[in-house]
């Protein structure tokens, strides 16, 4: 059984940092490129970032690029998002996908429905 489970959620100061991780259990990881979403109180889910495998390329939102990063570590089975700088807008509960495929994508649809964790709440306050 495929399971994704996001952590490292929590209440941060604007300006500042979360690393957030994706733990991915039940599949073969390094066939896998990973996404990772946010989805705001009464807004539609969107793309963060995301990570392929064999060359490892990333993609980010405009609204995150230079601010955030994304990484994985195909031996503990994770990928991470540091985040820094954090901004209020930056509040939501954020999820990993993965999808069978060697290049990711930004779009919610590219990934299957079961291959989504339940999320991490992110909240930026002073």
């Known amino acids: 059984q495929v399971q994704l489970v996001e952590s490292g959620g929590g209440l941060v100061q604007p300006g500042g940092s979360l690393r957030l991780s994706c733990a991915a259990s039940?599949?073969?990881?390094?066939?896998?490129?990973i996404g990772w979403f946010r989805q705001a109180r009464g807004k539609e889910r969107e793309g963060v970032s995301c990570i392929s495998i064999g060359d490892g390329s990333t993609h980010y939102a405009d609204s995150v690029k230079g601010r955030f990063t994304i990484s994985r570590d195909n031996a503990k089975n994770t990928v991470y998002l540091q985040m820094n700088n954090l901004k209020p807008e930056d509040t939501a509960v954020y999820y990993c996908a993965a999808e069978y495929s060697f290049s990711c994508e930004l779009d919610t649809a590219y990934y299957g429905e079961d291959y989504w964790g339940k999320g991490t709440l992110v909240t930026v306050s002073s």
């Open positions: 039940g599949l073969s990881f390094d066939y896998y490129a």
